[in-house]
């Protein structure tokens, strides 16, 4: 898998990328299962695709006029396909993020709605990271921090690391694991790919 959001407008949308009906994409799906959800409704079916057949861990993003709204995700599949995780973890960024209220439907104008999907996790050094290409994970006993690579303000790996320890609860001069892993990430409009 490959990281990196590539060129986006300020609603999170790629430039020319179809947004005229319900998309194939995990971004697409992801906002059709938040509106379904936050008007009480079951989320839909995913898009007939493969893609969506396999297990995989995700993110699912929610920012509101460009600023972040909601994120959840997994490290490992929860659930036994991706169309299952995708929808999982966009119920939960919607209503289960702690940093935020639950969604209200009169937000769902101003969203835009991003996925990313995980490669598997390795165990790595401070020198095989790269914010702009992997995604870190720091965990020290039951304490684990996460990042996701390809962030706006995350440059440095020094910068990464602080992000990532201070959501675990870790101080920086305490033991801790380090892991690294890729995501392909997906906005509205996106089409499935591998």
Avoid at 83 to 104: C, V
Wanted: charged share 25%; proline share 12%; glycine share 10%.
């Amino acid at each position: 898998m490959s990281g990196g959001p590539g060129k986006t407008d300020a609603g999170g949308r790629r430039p020319g990328a179809d947004t005229s009906g319900p998309g194939r994409g995990p971004a697409d799906y992801a906002r059709a299962c938040v509106e379904a959800f936050v008007h009480g409704q079951p989320a839909p079916p995913p898009p007939d695709d493969p893609f969506y057949d396999r297990p995989a861990a995700c993110f699912v993003s929610l920012k509101k006029r460009g600023e972040l709204r909601g994120c959840i995700g997994t490290l490992a599949p929860a659930e036994p396909d991706l169309g299952a995780e995708i929808a999982r973890n966009a119920y939960s960024a919607a209503f289960h993020d702690p940093r935020f209220p639950p969604l209200r439907p009169e937000e769902l104008d101003d969203l835009s709605v991003s996925v990313d999907v995980l490669s598997p996790s390795e165990p790595c050094d401070k020198s095989d990271l790269d914010p702009s290409r992997y995604g870190v994970i720091v965990s020290s006993g039951f304490r684990r921090g996460v990042l996701l690579p390809d962030l706006e303000g995350v440059d440095t790996v020094a910068t990464q690391l602080a992000i990532a320890l201070q959501k675990a609860g870790i101080a920086p001069w305490e033991d801790f694991s380090l892991e690294r892993f890729t995501v392909t990430r997906y906005h509205e409009g996106d089409p499935p790919r591998d």
